[in-house]
């Protein structure tokens, strides 16, 4: 693997302006904010994404923010918070390295998410439970040795 930048963060090797680290996680501002205050909280081991990160390390990453939260929104005075993990470059990643985006919001500030034009229609319930269906077969057998 390259060098990786949030692995050097983690390490120390790397400048960061850093809010919070335990022994599982780092959380230090972003260096393009969307907005001020915006924060990346990264895992102290490498992992790509959600998809190899270890369930109970991923959740690690939540309990940070759940923690920065109230002293985030404090700081900036933000009105609300996104929380936001891209995985892979069709989930908007660009750095291979699990981390978290804390956003703080504010009232008309030009981000958000774009939703398709199909996105008003209601599907009807039964290709819901069909998804449902097919989700719940992944989750069986990833059970089952
Ligand atoms: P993503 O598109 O979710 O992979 O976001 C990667 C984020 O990492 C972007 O918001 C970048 O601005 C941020 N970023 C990249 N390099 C650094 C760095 N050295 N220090 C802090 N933030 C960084
Ligand atoms: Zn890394």
Redesign the pocket.
Known sequence: MDRC?FCE?AAGR?P?SIVYEDADVVA?????PVNPGHL?VITREHHRNIFDCPPVLAGKLLAAAARLAGPLQRATNAAGLNLLI?NERAG????FHI?L?MLPRHVGDGFGFRLPPSHPERPPRAELDEMAAAIRKEITEEKSP
């Open positions: 930048i963060i790397a960061a230090f501002m972003d260096i393009r990346l891209a908007g990643q660009d750095v981390h985006h």
